[in-house]
């Protein structure tokens, strides 16, 4: 690490997520270039920062970060220095320990940059694989950057080339709409360059006046049978998406505000990509003609937000809820238990024999099991309930509106038998069951945390009773 502070996966996923958001709502790329930077310095503990863009050939630097506190660095570098020259032939990050490539900087700027006597390099790719800048982080001489940290690096190198390749993008489409004002000759000539669908429609969006030729790549529809079925637009829209976009086209049209959306649409083959629709009224003397707008493919950002959201909410190595997404849940049920007077159940679960298992035949035998272990508490509960791992094989369950205690220690058994069945690569010398400790709410506690610790506690009376059972937690019975 290039500091000793020790931050949780989640943190960091919160923090690269923040700054995902943060970017893409930007069309200013030094901004964008801005959050970049100073998230590259919190992820790492850098002892500062900075991030250049590529102009004219040469990185121009504007600014470093330390602390909290941003300083001028005005100085551009070409493949004259070493380092500029390594980057722009490899691609790829590495780390500079040499004094004389990094007293290029004082050479320009005149002042004494921050003590540094490394410089970590992280170059941010286009996606025709040209680059667009990079990521500096100083640091000195007794940190050392961990590989997991170079992806964490990169993966927000990849991001600032979105939001900046995103940020070009618009650019170039206020440019255009500029230019249709004055020629929709002009505008046609223009648009086809773009690699989006643009078009043309009446001012309630019933009509589609023009469409670009890049319908056809994006939706597989030609621009003649995309204009001769004139629902075809919100026919397309995703069932899911359809009323909200909809909606946001008549508010548009009453407020007389630009219109903006992101949704599902489907193409014609049958798949469906997420698009960024984006239209304003051209207006002349000031009468409303018509809408111009612009639709282009966001799949691949929302992709990989869905991603981080995985990884922020879901176990990794089963695919069930986290312990964070296990306190979230547990929140919404006991809300909604207390609005509609309803009960619930949070069942405790620990796996018995696993350290065995990963003891005699080995890591992946034991995480072969606790995946075997989550497909069968999926199996023997309702969708509606919450299967989560809270960490190693301890496993939590939010069974939500249950009537009766009979219903819980029926779930309960089930739970336990299936447990207890033969798993794949574990042989008769080791038995797996499972001890399970519950709780009712409101019967043993209106608060989550309380509930969670009266399910643990009898979790434990479980295991010391003989295990392979269940315990309520205001009962000594156990099954």
């Not at 790329?29 to 004219?56: H, K, R, S």
């Not at 709409?177 to 669908?197: C, F, G, M, N």
């Not at 979230?328 to 009960?343: I, V």
């Not at 643990?456 to 392979?468: C, E, F, I, L, W």
Request: net charge negative.
């Amino acid at each position: 690490m290039f500091s000793q502070a020790q931050q949780s996966h989640t943190a960091l996923l919160s923090l690269i997520a923040d700054a995902s958001n943060r970017m893409h709502g930007s069309i200013d790329i030094p901004a964008i270039l801005q959050v970049g930077m100073l998230t590259a310095v919190q992820l790492v503990g850098a002892n500062a920062g900075a991030a250049a863009l590529m102009m004219d050939s040469c990185l121009a630097f504007t600014e470093y970060v330390k602390g909290d506190r941003r300083q001028p660095l005005p100085c551009r570098f070409g493949d004259e220095a070493g380092w500029v020259r390594e980057l722009m032939a490899n691609q790829r990050s590495f780390v500079i320990r040499e004094p004389d490539e990094m007293d290029v900087f004082a050479e320009q700027t005149g002042h004494c940059f921050p003590a540094t006597e490394q410089l970590a390099v992280v170059p941010v790719i286009g996606k025709e694989h040209d680059l667009l800048g990079c990521l500096l982080l100083f640091a000195d001489a007794t940190s050392r950057l961990a590989a997991s940290e170079v992806v964490l690096l990169e993966k927000l190198a990849t991001m600032m080339t979105v939001a900046i390749e995103n940020a070009i993008q618009q650019s170039e489409k206020r440019r255009v709409e500029a230019d249709l004002e004055k020629s929709v000759a002009t505008y046609r000539t223009l648009v086809e360059q773009i690699p989006a669908i643009t078009y043309i429609a009446t001012l309630d969006r019933s009509r589609i006046l023009f469409v670009s030729p890049q319908v056809e790549d994006i939706l597989g529809y030609r621009q003649d049978d995309f204009l001769a079925n004139q629902e075809i637009w919100s026919q397309q829209i995703h069932p899911e998406d359809r009323e909200r976009v909809l909606s946001e086209v008549r508010q548009s049209l009453n407020a007389k505000i630009p219109f903006h959306a992101e949704y599902r649409i489907y193409a014609k083959d049958g798949s469906y990509l997420w698009v960024k629709d984006a239209a304003a009224t051209v207006r002349d003397h000031d009468q409303d003609l018509y809408l111009q707008g612009v639709v282009y493919d966001i799949s691949e950002r929302k992709a990989y937000e869905e991603r981080l959201m995985m990884m922020a909410h879901f176990d990794a190595l089963t695919g069930l809820a986290n312990r964070a997404l296990f306190h979230d849940r547990l929140s919404q049920t006991l809300a909604h238990s207390k609005r509609h007077q309803t009960q619930f159940a949070v069942m405790y679960l620990d796996l018995d024999g696993f350290k065995a298992v990963n003891d005699h035949l080995g890591h992946q035998a034991g995480d072969n099991l606790l995946v075997q272990t989550a497909h069968r508490l999926r199996a023997n509960v309702r969708e509606v309930d919450t299967v989560a791992r809270m960490g190693g094989d301890e496993f939590t369950i939010i069974l939500d509106d249950v009537h009766t205690r009979d219903t819980v220690e029926l779930i309960a058994r089930k739970l336990i038998e299936a447990i207890s069945a033969p798993y794949e690569d574990v042989g008769a010398d080791h038995q797996v069951t499972m001890s399970m400790g519950i709780a009712i709410y409101p019967e043993d506690s209106t608060s989550c945390d309380l509930l969670i610790t009266a399910a643990d506690n009898a979790m434990y009376r479980a295991k010391h009773g003989g295990r392979n059972c269940y315990c309520f937690h205001q009962s000594e019975n156990s099954d």
